[in-house]
T-cell receptor
Framework: GDSVTQMEGPVTLSEEAFLTINCTYT??????LFWYVQYPGEGLQLLLK?????DKGSNKGFEATYRKETTSFHLEKGSVQVSDSAVYFC?????????????FGKGTLLTVNP | NAGVTQTPKFQVLKTGQSMTLQCAQD?????MSWYRQDPGMGLRLIHY???????DQGEVPNGYNVSRSTTEDFPLRLLSAAPSQTSVYFC??????????????FGPGTRLTVT
């Protein structure tokens, strides 16, 4: 079945460091891909998405490129801030008519120190 | 527009007690779902609904019941609470399948402890 494998954390960085969180997936066809973020004490919110191969999603300085050759959707940010401290989830929608059923990775906790 | 709301925010139950977690959305979304979040496990789907009167089981449905009598509300019932149900519960909603934007919107969560 469909699955998402996400880099395990926790990840601790200093402010202005470069961030990469790896995500690979197994799925039929070429589904859309999502990154969600969960700030402390809050629910999840969509950070960015890509709807087809070679698309690049971007938001708040974060980017992720949909690579079908490597079935990957790695999250990157060039210069992290303390306010980026959160848990990040890679997610994959179900296939066919079930595209609203998301499969999540296990999440990566990011802590950014001043 | 309040989005997805959940009540209560925190709850402590004794083993064997029952309770209902409330979820409501005001975006006229057809699809609603319940997830539980446990350390190291990510989010796992408990139950979901694709419209009023229609519900189905997700990955971990045992011990939980749902109903969907209106588009707006999707309560989750714990029939007889067990310590294994200690978790953070999230409700989410989205547009119907096939919509160009099927992003899921999440509520703030309910933190449940069963002793």
């Amino acid at each position: 079945g469909d699955s998402v494998t996400q880099m395990e954390g926790p990840v601790t960085l200093s402010e202005e460091a470069f961030l990469t969180i790896n995500c690979t997936y197994t799925a039929t066809g070429y589904p859309s891909l999502f990154w969600y973020v969960q700030y402390p004490g809050e629910g999840l919110q969509l950070l960015l998405k890509a709807t087809k191969a070679d698309d690049k999603g971007s938001n708040k300085g974060f980017e992720a490129t949909y690579r079908k050759e490597t079935t990957s959707f790695h999250l990157e940010k060039g210069s992290v801030q303390v306010s980026d401290s959160a848990v990040y989830f890679c997610a994959l929608p179900g296939s066919g008519g079930s595209n609203y059923k998301l499969t999540f990775g296990k999440g990566t906790l990011l802590t950014v120190n001043p | 527009n309040a989005g997805v709301t959940q009540t209560p925010k925190f709850q402590v139950l004794k083993t064997g007690q029952s309770m209902t977690l409330q979820c409501a959305q005001d975006m006229n979304h057809e699809y609603m779902s319940w997830y539980r979040q446990d350390p190291g496990m990510g989010l796992r789907l408990i139950h979901y609904s694709v419209g009023a009167g229609i519900t189905d089981q997700g990955e971990v449905p045992n011990g939980y019941n749902v109903s969907r009598s209106t588009t707006e509300d999707f309560p989750l019932r714990l029939l007889s609470a067990a310590p294994s149900q200690t978790s953070v519960y999230f409700c989410a909603s989205s547009y119907q399948p096939g919509h160009s934007s099927y992003e899921q919107y999440f509520g703030p969560g309910t933190r449940l402890t069963v002793t």
